[in-house]
């Protein structure tokens, strides 16, 4: 059979195994979740000799140092992953729950309940142990899903869904439930991102360009965020010790992933007091200032920032810094150049804090807090599909309640339209 025959054999597999899925119980999923823990342990060295296929493929190619140890499957991926399984056993189970029942005039009881999307398809880079997270929200949330991972990973991602499969049947469902596209060609994804009739959402998880690949071809929703360029607004009012703590931890603790800080912007009133503590903590850290022109007067070793970086997603130890004359600036750059992703005002004026909430528009704004809490587990969702920054159908992180949607549920009596 030629690849776009299969790719789309997948999705009619999908389809069906999807409808199996809405309909078991959680006792069913929480069973093969626990089945997929244990799993996991048993077969560890099935799967560490997977991993070395890939990983003596990845060196062989010259893939970077970074990207071969985010490939790299250890005891305590295994361990991580199995604990994951047992986490989300442990999650409520949002499927078939009725909220906001109303009575009518009429006197018919109108609701909603949680339905699962049906087939989500993701596409994602390197990490082996997304194939496991992926695949067992999906399964909680009553979801069918298509997972079609980096080619460096091929192997790892095989075996991980062959474990998958197995233990889906020995706990009586569907093994189609989670299907991994059994090719590298990359054409496979293109005939994929076709199949609207039986791919529900698309979710791809990556740099930019993979999603903006995706964004352009796909037929069917996306939940997606291009990038992240997380601002961070030192207030007039703000406590500059906590602040300084804040700033630190935002650009300091993981500076490559999509949550840390990009730009810093300091009020004019506080900004020769406050980025001198900035540069003396945060530049022992190793990070590069692109200061506007009055920042780079206070500074005493920074670059001059261009145009290029307001706006730029540096996942690195480089911070665009810029001086505001008010929050309202603030607000207006925080607009032009934001991604919608995460903003924080740090400040002790209850009434600015509460505007900067309203106003700023963004999938999580924060008060005093570091935009590394942007984060499913963070969050209380345990763990997370992904972020969205477009505001249909999820907003912000995405845990198993944001992999399900609702359809009208209405009780009647009896009751005939006049």
């Known amino acids: ?33 626990f089945l997929l823990a244990k799993m996991l342990e048993t077969k560890k060295q099935d799967i560490f000799d997977a991993n070395r296929k890939d990983l003596e493929m990845a060196e062989k190619n010259g893939l970077d140092a970074a990207r071969i140890e985010r490939l790299r499957i250890t005891e305590k991926t295994i361990s991580d992953m199995a604990t994951a399984c047992k986490e989300v056993a442990g999650f409520d189970d949002p499927v078939g729950k009725i909220e906001d029942m ?53 192997y790892s991602n095989q075996i991980l869904c062959f474990l998958i499969a197995q233990s889906l ?21 293109n005939y994929l991102l076709e199949l609207e009739e039986f791919i529900d959402v698309v979710i791809p998880r990556g740099g930019e360009g993979l999603i903006r690949a995706v964004v352009k071809k796909a037929k069917m929703p996306v939940l997606k965020h291009y990038k992240g360029v997380c601002h961070i607004y030192v207030d007039k009012y703000a406590d500059l010790d906590m602040s300084l703590d804040i700033v630190y931890n935002a ?44 920042s780079k007067n206070i500074f005493q070793k920074s670059e001059l920032a261009t145009e290029e970086d307001w706006g730029k997603e540096y996942l690195s ?22 991604s919608n992703h995460s903003e924080a005002i740090l400040t002790k004026d209850y009434f600015r804090a509460m505007r900067f909430l309203k106003e700023v528009d963004a999938s999580a704004v924060f008060v005093n807090a570091s935009t590394r809490f942007n984060d499913g ?3 209380g969702l345990g763990a997370e599909i992904g972020i969205s920054t477009s505001k249909l159908h999820a907003y912000g992180p995405m845990g198993i309640k944001e992999l399900t949607t609702t359809k009208f549920v209405v009780l009647g009596e009896g009751q005939i339209r006049t």
């Open 1 to 33: 059979m030629e690849l776009q025959g299969v790719i789309r054999e997948i999705g009619e597999r999908s389809k069906n195994a999807s409808r199996e899925l809405a309909k078991i119980s959680s006792s069913q999923k929480n069973e093969a979740l």
């Open 102 to 154: 109303v009575v009518r005039p009429s006197g018919i009881r109108v609701g909603k309940m949680r339905i699962p999307l049906g087939v989500i398809a993701i596409i994602y880079e390197s990490r082996p142990n997304v194939t496991i997270d992926a695949a067992i929200l999906c399964l909680k949330a009553g979801n069918a899903v298509i997972l079609r991972g980096g080619s460096e990973a091929f």
């Open 169 to 189: 049947k020995k706990a009586g469902l569907p093994e189609d439930g989670v299907i991994s596209l059994p090719t590298t060609d990359r054409e496979a994804v």
């Open 251 to 294: 650009k300091v603790q993981r500076p490559g992933v999509c949550n840390a800080m990009e730009c810093l912007l300091v009020h004019k009133d506080i900004a020769e007091i406050f980025l001198p503590k900035v540069e003396e903590k945060l530049g022992k850290a190793g990070v590069i200032f692109h200061a506007c022109p009055k």
């Open 317 to 338: 130890l480089d911070l665009a810094v810029k001086i505001v004359s008010s929050m309202q600036e603030a607000f207006k750059h925080i607009e032009k150049y934001g």
């Open 377 to 379: 587990g963070e969050f």
